[in-house]
């Protein structure tokens, strides 16, 4: 999203809806994204992260860094994040703008979860000496 359409909730708003046209005879910068286009996004996107995220819940399962409601949150957020953010992508286009917001909180949780469970499993994986 941050090459197509930057970190704002309104340029992603943008990005999903197409551009406002103020006059009639102004040509829209950007589209609004068409079903066939979010279906695209959508399917090859959440196929993807659930590959990934099934994988690295596997491994966070058997982790002994992580443990308790961590390690049990790090497992299902993903996939919960991962949900909630291709939506709201649809929420986008078809609600209100506002799931803009929601696909941009929820997309920085899947990062943050990632990138926690990678160091996480790398730190455990690496020899101790």
């Not at 399917?43 to 990934?52: E, P, R």
């Not at 443990?67 to 986008?92: A, D, N, Y």
């Not at 899947?110 to 996480?120: D, E, G, P, T």
């Amino acid at each position: 999203v941050q090459r197509t359409a930057s970190s704002k909730p309104s340029t992603i708003t943008e990005h999903y809806r197409g551009s406002e046209i103020v006059d009639e005879l102004e040509i829209p910068e950007k589209f609004p994204k068409t079903i066939n286009d979010l279906l695209l996004t959508t399917h090859s996107h959440v196929i993807s992260f659930a590959i990934i995220f099934i994988i690295l819940g596997g491994l966070t399962y058997f982790s002994s860094i992580l443990k308790g409601r961590v390690k049990t949150f790090l497992m299902i957020e993903p996939m919960i994040s991962s949900c909630v953010t291709f939506g709201s992508i649809w929420g986008i286009r078809f609600i209100s703008p506002i799931f803009g917001i929601i696909a941009m909180v929820s997309g920085i949780l899947i990062y943050v979860s990632f990138y926690v469970i990678v160091i996480a499993l790398l730190a455990e994986s690496i020899p101790k000496k």
